[in-house]
Nanobody
């Protein structure tokens, strides 16, 4: 599975960005999709995941109520709508995919997803 994320950029605190990730896989609808991020000097961090059917989502606490993950299976695309951005959201954001049918909670707990795309930089200025 090839994943191509886009939509990153520079935004002021309080602003919004929408990340998109297009997948090459024809069976995209069978994959759980996720977003992770890594800030300079910090470990990689889980952000959000959506189940293969789109019925279940999971967010890390720091983004709940501000970020929304969604998917369009007809377009083989997953989105991350980021609102009320904070400087601490600054990071490289990575799109991920996995077809092992784990629960969304397990993806959060383990951070274990099979496929990773190249990241897109999000910078939030104060």
């Amino acid at each position: 599975v090839q994943l191509q994320a886009c939509g990153g950029g520079l935004v002021q605190a309080g602003g919004s960005l929408r990340l998109s990730c297009a997948a090459s896989e024809r069976t995209f609808s069978t994959y759980a999709m996720g977003w992770f991020r890594q800030a300079p000097g910090k470990e990689r961090e889980f952000v959000a995941v959506i189940s293969w059917g789109g019925g279940s989502t999971y967010y890390t606490d720091s983004v709940k109520g501000r970020f929304t993950i969604s998917r369009d299976n007809a377009k083989n695309t997953v989105y991350l709508q980021m609102n009320s951005l904070k400087p601490e959201d600054t990071a490289v954001y990575y799109c991920t995919a996995d077809d092992r049918k784990y629960s969304v909670g397990r993806y959060y707990e383990t951070g274990d997803m099979d496929y990773w795309g190249k990241g897109t930089q999000v910078t939030v200025s104060s």
